[in-house]
């Protein structure tokens, strides 16, 4: 803060998890004796105005003034501003600047919310990208129609009837799993029609801007356009935005020194993909790594089963699952403390395939009952069937597992318009699309995944063969290093350490 540098720091996924770290840039936020913005992720915001500062400013000697909002307070601020990272990184990406606070900066523009040159700490790093694909985009809803018919009422039959035939071309594409396609040729060639009669008819300020904005990035080569599905409505969203984040996001990172804070960015301690993707230059960058003993975990990895895109698979995959769950109330049971046993957790299994999820949803619960959950909260006895969406969304607030089974690895399915939408780009140069875009990503997730289980050193089940067959399976392993490896299965995990000797020792 003092030098201005900007810097990149990475806390090891239990500390993120945890929340733990946040003394590291808080106290320095506070007692630095210049202005600073402070944007942090919605989720935690609430807690670290309400718990977090009010503490530290009752144990140090802290004069600074703390406001929270979405703008700057003035000018003559001087103290520390929190906001949300989402809607800071909003206003940077389709506003200018309005003036600094600091003499030898100067206003770019009257519109921005933040000013130029005031540090600024951003946390929650990791959803950075996804925050800025989804302002980047610009989806088009049914109600611009009706705007657009409004706005040219003597094309209101053609624009209706475009609108129809468009809807049509999507429905012809077969269903899947994700509700979305990606635009092709019959799409592609009605959009332009429409456009091309628009301009013919002159006068472009009559465009409603959302439009105006949508042509703006479909026009462009590198761009990802897709349509939404909703088949019980009969509606259809339109959707465009950038294949690549670095042209857009590298004008916001000059506006200002920034120290972003997040966790399994990158495998590199320097992040050179991570900053390559984000459009960060040179930057100060540290990489924190567990601590290798209080953050181990026992990883139950079977070398037999078949691999995930073979018919033999689900099978396998279910006796695993049923096995490991016996034997984790098995375990349990043989402690009479609940509250210290480690088997007395609930159960997570992470399940990417849909239909998959739906079938152990079934069998689970004709075994289990009412224990079976999926995608809502459970108890500590619960047992929870959930895709790797809604388990990142919810583990904060979840009770914490001690058995995580992951069926395969996160590795985004090609299957997935969006997925090979973005592998097309990086086919079409020439790049490594696995190494640069599906492993990492992969990599993330899986890190962000284990990490509550980690506080209890629980057991992590991992059923998917190719972390022992494939050549990224090295990688696999050090993003879920430290971790005790076992390919049987072992019924002492489940027993507390209370029974230990160790434990009745003291």
Known sequence: MRIGRSALMQPDSLAAYQGSYRLSYLIPALLWP?????????????????????????????????????????????????????????????TSLTPSPSTDSHSAGPLSRFPAGVFTLIDGASDLERWARQQLSVVLLPQHWEGLMLAYPSQRTFIRDMRVRITHAIFQHPANPYGCHLIEEPEKTLLYELYELLQAYGD???????????????????????????????????????????????????????????????????????????????????????????????????????????????????????????????????????????????????????????????????????????????????????????WRTHQAESVIPDLLIITTLPIPSLEDPLVAGRVAAYKRRRQDWFKAYLLPTALNELQHAVAPVRSRQGVVALLDNRVNYRSYGAQIMSALSPAARSSYLDLTWFIAESTSPESIAD
């Open 34 to 94: 210049e202005p600073a913005v402070l944007a942090l992720p919605e989720d935690i915001l609430k807690s670290v105005l309400q718990q977090d500062i009010p503490n530290l400013q009752q144990g140090l000697p802290v004069v600074k003034p703390v406001q929270t909002g979405d703008r700057w307070p003035g000018e003559d601020f001087r103290g520390l501003l929190v906001t949300s990272a989402q809607g800071w990184l909003r206003d940077r990406l389709t």
């Open 204 to 390: 472009r300020g009559r465009l409603p801007p959302v439009w105006q904005q949508f042509w703006q990035r479909f026009s462009q080569m590198e761009r990802l356009a897709w349509s939404s599905v909703n088949r019980k409505l009969g509606s259809v969203a339109l959707h465009c935005g950038p294949i690549d984040l670095q042209e857009s996001l590298a004008p916001v990172w000059a506006q200002q020194p920034v120290v972003l804070i997040g966790a399994a960015l990158d495998t590199d301690s320097k992040a050179e993909r991570y900053r390559d993707r984000l459009g960060l230059g040179e930057m100060t960058c540290l990489r924190f790594g567990p601590d290798r003993h209080s953050d181990l975990i026992q990883l139950y990895l079977p070398d037999r089963l078949p691999m995930p895109n073979t018919s033999h698979y689900q099978g396998a995959v279910r006796q695993e699952i049923c096995s490991l769950i016996g034997a984790k109330s098995l375990g349990g049971s043989s402690v009479q403390t609940a509250d210290s046993r480690l088997g007395a957790g609930p159960t997570v299994i992470i399940v990417g395939d849909m239909p998959l999820k739906a079938q152990l949803a079934t069998i689970l619960a004709a075994e289990y009952g009412s224990r079976v959950r999926v995608e809502v909260p459970i108890d500590s006895q619960g047992i929870l069937i959930t895709g790797w969406e809604y």
